[in-house]
């Protein structure tokens, strides 16, 4: 398989397969492709794995398109303005991710439920109880809110994220919650109570526009129900 990601602020990235050869999708995410690419709708691992994926906010089924009789192209564009970034995953390079950003991959990257080791940074640390966790062997691709920066966490090394701006970290690091210190930072602030904290080993990428800050940016603006009566 060979990709192209093309686009700024609303990326697509284009596939390029080879004769037999097969990319999934959770989410209906397939925006072109030729005519020979073949669609096939899955349980995708059976019972299990259709309600892991349901809690980690994705549609129960996948799609897997295959290329048939010969060379096939299938594209698959972001639904929010943002970046698609490609992963190479494989054995000890596992990728944990915020729920709902996974977009296509190859059919050997297999998505389970990553379940926070401690439930504080599950309710409290803003990319909620419940991450996805891409491992098995080939290229995924993600979409993240905004631009994308990157670090490289040292063992212990930490990093106070704001709620919902981390989009994506290697398996090997970890995530915890703490509260901001003094009541008059956390109530008058503007930063809420708590902040997430990342801690190394491991790279950590971060977007700069998580939907839901931008939601709730825009709500004010929006006519309630209640002036409609």
């Known amino acids: ?65 295959t290329a048939q009789g010969g060379p096939g192209m299938i594209a698959f564009a972001s639904s929010f303005p943002g970046s698609i970034r490609a992963f190479e995953i494989g054995p000890g390079r596992e990728l944990v991710v915020q729920k709902s950003s996974f977009l296509a991959a190859e059919a050997g990257v297999e998505l389970s439920v990553f379940f926070q080791k401690k439930m504080g940074a599950g309710f409290f640390g ?21 631009h994308v920066v ?49 801690t190394g080993p491991g790279r950590v990428w971060l977007q700069t526009m998580p939907i839901s800050n931008v939601a709730a940016v825009l709500r004010p603006f929006f006519p309630s129900n209640s002036s409609n009566d």
């Open 126 to 146: 803003g990319e909620g109880f419940i991450m996805q966790k891409l491992s098995g062997q080939g290229t995924a691709f993600t979409e993240f809110d905004g």
């Open 1 to 65: 398989m060979q990709y192209q990601i093309e686009g700024d602020t609303l990326p697509v990235v284009i596939c390029q397969l080879s004769a037999g050869e097969t990319m999934i999708t959770e989410r209906g995410s397939m925006s072109w492709m030729t005519p020979n690419m073949r669609m096939e709708t899955t349980s995708g691992g059976g019972l299990g794995k259709m309600f892991g994926r349901l809690l980690a906010g994705e549609a129960l089924f996948q799609n897997r398109y």
């Open 150 to 198: 990157e670090y490289e966490l040292a063992a212990g090394q930490s990093l106070v994220v704001d709620t919902g701006y981390i989009a994506a970290m290697d398996a090997t690091c970890s995530v915890d919650i703490v509260s901001v210190p003094g009541i008059k930072n956390a109530f008058f602030g503007g930063e809420g109570l708590f902040n997430t904290v990342v």
